[in-house]
């Protein structure tokens, strides 16, 4: 019998890969792609799985989506917020990172960037918990007492419309934050030098240099964050759930993700809530998949 | 071979790693000390141990201990182990543990608002024969109604939930002026305490602005009147003219700068500014007392008072939704002992102790003369009275009625030129749609 050396190596290598990548992939199964089937599955039924009996209503759940003025309300708050909070995200962020990324020393950066990083660690819901008191708090909270310094009287923040929205945004923004900072940190240190020297002796300014030479050079990350914060954000809701647990007045910061906890745990209906999720994950999925054809990038400064 | 060893080694470490990561957490109420409560059914002792849960509350958490200890001196074959949870989350974890294949907890502690949600389906026991006879004869008619379903009882209760009829008082504020007697006397000197700034009412003079008093106090001005909500279709309908007036008033408290949205946006309660000292009276069930002496620290007679809310029409009516009850999970494990428990829990002797421990209101008929109730709380006695003037809220879940009721009041109260009667008549259609129990409890 012969034995090839290399085919023999090659068998070996993919024992090795597949003993590696298995128990990951049932991982993966078990726990992410299991419990999507499982909950498009729920979403044919009218679930609650305290019943003895759960009726197979078929399409019904997504034909009550069509017609359901709080659904489309959550999908317009949800793509609102996510434009409005993802854009701000990345301004704010490549800013912060150019300025740490032309600090001179080195603890500096670090500093900076733990500073920034801070809220990232700390729980959402505590820090939520954290503002609702403390910040936007009626009676004492830091809104009102700075308005209070300007002879401003005091507002329910709570009984807001949109304000209510826009401060879930600057909310999201302070906690979230630091880790693109980082990554965008990391992608414009990676940029050669030599490129932003040539565009400076060519006369380019640093806002120049920065808009046309860094940030096309750091597309990949770019990318990467911009689909990443994307879909984190399509899938907020702690925030969500401590400001506007109800979906604030007249629904106006009412989301996708909260409107499923509602759903579910407040209505018991987690048949629907399921349908309501599975249009969450369709919308996330078609997002993702535009950002991804938008931004790709084929080329390599390496 | 070394090598091969080394990796063996680190294999069966980081799996059993893993395994340690992902196993399960034992303990995890407050009073939990034995691990997963659908393990137990026996202990080392050879006793039974029942698991009894309810929600995070000092005094009643107390009583609840206590009467588990006299269950278990009275039955030394059983232990009951009582865990408290925090509301925000209990009534999450109730359906939960419903849902579970396994046995959850034996007993279960329910505010009757979310009864429906879990007696609709088939996750909770049968009051036995025997109890139910107790119900039909002793219990007030609207202590029992949330808890039936198609003629049958899930529910044993063990209070009746008055959010009308009482008020705390801030004893120190009003010093010697006389507390307000009748509705207008009540106005008049809610008007003249009151200071507004902003949103912000600083002092508040009366206070029925949060998410239990609202609806509570506004239904008693409907029934006061000599009108009705419930219609006999079943169909709730605010839009008559009692209705109408009613809203009116109430607008007007928070046009008049009386009281503010703060309560209802927080989801705090009005009497906790009473007890800071920033308003003045505060309408709540007698519950409310608890909170004042032993939250706050506060003495009864000296800070503050419980007094009676004065009528806003001519004839003593109001709604009443069930207060808490005890249920039994249809997948217990020890479930003729459970009901062993709640019979005790039950019996008058017992159940006016715990009444008198959390300032609560007596669900039996038979209680309503206790001596030993009225000489605990004399400060409540003036209810008692009332108590059979009550009628059951219905057959809806009152936590959503709540929700949208409330919702529409802060509505009403934003806009400039508001449309009571059709906001009015919005809101009963969407209550009758959305929160009517969709089961029969004849």
């Known amino acids: 019998m012969c034995s090839l050396p290399f085919l023999e190596n090659g068998m070996k290598n993919n024992r090795f890969v597949a003993a590696v990548l298995i128990p990951g992939f049932l991982f993966l199964i078990l726990f992410a792609v299991f419990p999507v089937a499982y909950g498009l599955g729920i979403s044919l039924y009218d679930y609650n799985p305290a019943n003895s009996q ?19 309300l959550a999908v317009k708050n949800t793509i609102v917020y996510c434009l409005a909070a993802v854009t701000a995200n990345i301004v ?9 990324s032309v600090l001179p020393s080195k603890w500096m950066k670090t500093m900076f960037r733990t500073i920034l990083f801070i809220p990232c660690i700390a729980p959402m819901v505590g820090t939520s918990t954290v503002w609702k008191y403390g910040i936007l708090g009626t009676d004492g909270g830091l809104l009102n007492k700075i308005a209070g310094l300007f002879g401003i009287a005091p507002k329910n923040w709570f009984l807001t419309t949109w304000q209510m929205l826009l401060l879930i945004i600057v909310f999201t923004l302070w906690a979230d934050i630091g880790y693109n900072v980082v990554l965008f940190t990391a992608g414009l240190e990676g940029v050669p030098r030599e490129f932003d020297e040539a565009a400076a002796i060519d006369g380019a300014g640093p806002v120049k240099r920065f808009l046309w030479i860094k940030l096309p050079l750091i597309g990949r990350t770019f990318a990467f964050v911009a689909i990443m914060t994307m879909a984190n954000y399509f899938q907020m809701f702690a925030q969500f759930r401590v400001f506007a647990a109800n979906g604030g007045r007249n629904n106006t910061a009412m989301v996708l993700t909260n409107y499923v906890f509602k759903m579910s745990f407040d209505s018991f209906d987690m048949g629907y809530a399921s ?28 | 071979m070394k090598k091969k060893l080394a990796g063996a080694l680190l294999c069966v470490s980081m799996v059993a790693a893993l395994a340690a ?37 000092e005094p009643w958490v107390k009583s609840y201990k206590e009467m588990a200890k006299k269950f278990e001196d009275a039955n030394p074959d059983y232990t009951v182990e009582v865990q408290d949870y925090p509301f925000k989350v209990y009534n999450d974890k109730i359906q939960t543990t419903l849902t579970s294949s396994t046995a959850g907890p034996d007993i279960v502690a329910v505010w009757g608002g979310t009864a429906p949600s879990f007696i609709a389906s088939d996750a909770l026991a049968e009051v036995p024969e025997d109890l139910v006879k107790e119900l039909e004869e002793d219990y007030l008619a609207p202590t029992l109604g949330i808890y039936q379903k198609e003629g049958k009882y899930y529910g044993v209760p063990m209070e009746f939930n008055l959010e009308y009829g009482g008020m705390i008082v801030n004893k120190k504020l009003f010093g010697d002026t006389p507390y307000p007697t009748t509705w207008e006397e009540l106005r008049k000197v809610s008007k003249e305490v009151s200071k507004k700034n902003g949103d912000i009412v600083e002092m508040k003079g009366f206070e029925m602005m949060d998410s239990d008093s609202l609806i509570c106090n506004y239904l008693a001005m409907i029934l006061q009147q000599g009108g009705q909500y419930l219609m006999d279709d079943g169909s709730i309908d605010f839009a008559t003219p009692e209705g109408v007036k009613a809203m009116e008033e109430i607008l007007d408290m928070y046009r008049n700068g009386e009281c503010d949205l703060e309560n209802l946006t927080s989801g705090e309660y009005g009497f906790n500014d ?37 009528q806003y029409g001519d004839e003593m009516a109001f709604a009443s939704e069930t207060g808490w009850g005890i249920i039994v999970p249809e997948n217990g494990a020890n479930k003729e002992a459970a009901w062993e428990f709640v019979k005790f829990f039950s019996e008058p002797e017992n159940l006016v102790q715990h009444n008198i421990a959390c300032n609560q209101l007596p669900p039996r008929k038979s209680l309503l003369d206790s001596e030993e109730y009225k000489e605990a709380m004399p400060n409540v006695t003036f209810l008692l009275d009332i108590l059979p003037s009550g009628q059951w809220m219905g057959p809806y879940n009152t936590s959503d009625m709540r929700g949208i009721f409330n919702q529409m009041y802060m509505d009403l109260c934003q806009a400039d030129n508001p449309d009571v009667e059709g906001a009015l008549k919005e809101a009963s259609d969407q209550i009758t749609e959305e929160c009517q129990i969709g089961y029969s409890m004849d």
């Open chain 1, 54 to 72: 759960n009726p197979f209503t078929g399409l019904e759940n997504y034909r009550r989506l069509i017609h359901d003025e709080v659904f489309w």
């Open chain 1, 92 to 100: 704010i962020t490549l800013f912060l990172a150019e300025i740490i």
């Open chain 1, 275 to 302: 349908a309501v999720a599975a249009a969450l994950f369709v919308l996330v999925f078609m997002v993702a998949m535009a950002q991804n054809k938008l931004m790709r990038s084929d080329w390599s400064y390496e």
């Open chain 2, 21 to 57: 990561g992902c196993g399960s957490d034992s303990g995890s109420g407050s009073g939990s000390d034995s691990g997963d409560s659908g393990e137990k059914a026996e202990s080392s002792e050879g006793k039974t141990t029942l698991t009894f849960w309810c929600h995070e509350n």
């Open chain 2, 274 to 310: 009473v007890y800071q000292d920033k308003g003045y009276m505060a309408s709540v069930g007698s519950w409310g007392i608890g909170e004042g002496t032993d939250t706050y620290g506060l003495t009864y007679g000296e800070d503050f008072e419980y007094v009676p809310v004065p």
